[in-house]
């Protein structure tokens, strides 16, 4: 009786991880961000287990296993993306403020661009603030953050998509 070597199964989610990075190295605005952020997509990286994606010490963390269509994987780099080109990976006392004033500003010029598609849990508002980061950021301090802007991160419902430390004091 002869054996047959069983035939590796493609693994799905890195192929449409795959795709995804090629796609956005590609594109005219991504790629030159694309190129100079580090992708780190392996086990005991900085994604929690619910999130999609994560920027922490300004390297793109993405969930190691997750499956997800190339598009909603492109939307997650264009997102991490964006909060770098942006100059969102800043401290700031109030970072949960900070963090979803900046999700505003990106879900915003994503929903304009047309990019990718939003993955599941990611909820769009029904109106915009016509604010920047800054405006915003003041807002959420001073009145706390509406509900509708609570699900526009791509790190899962209860983390920062912007895992910022912060910096230590300068020895003197």
Not at 2 to 19: C, I, L, M, N, T
Not at 21 to 32: D, G, K, M, T, W
Not at 49 to 70: F, K
Not at 144 to 165: K, N, Q, W
Request: aromatic letters at 8%; glycine letters at 8%; one cysteine or more.
């Amino acid at each position: 009786m002869s054996r047959r070597r069983k035939a590796a199964q493609p693994d799905v989610a890195s192929e449409h991880f795959g795709v995804a990075v090629q796609a956005i190295r590609r594109h005219p605005l991504f790629a030159p961000l694309a190129f100079r952020a580090e992708i780190v997509r392996q086990e005991d990286n900085l994604c929690p287990p619910d999130g999609w994606a994560v920027l922490g010490r300004g390297s793109i963390h993405a969930h190691p296993t997750r499956r997800g269509a190339p598009e909603e994987w492109i939307y997650v780099l264009a997102h991490c993306l964006l909060h770098l080109g942006f100059g969102h990976y800043q401290e700031r006392p109030d970072r949960r403020e900070w963090n979803t004033a900046c999700d505003c500003v990106v879900a915003k010029f994503l929903a304009d661009l047309k990019l990718g598609r939003r993955p599941a849990g990611v909820e769009l508002p029904a109106g915009w603030p016509a604010l920047d980061e800054d405006r915003l950021y003041r807002s959420f301090v001073a009145e706390g953050i509406p509900e509708e802007f609570r699900r526009l991160g791509v790190a899962g419902p209860t983390t920062p998509d912007l895992l910022i430390e912060p910096v230590p004091p300068v020895a003197r």
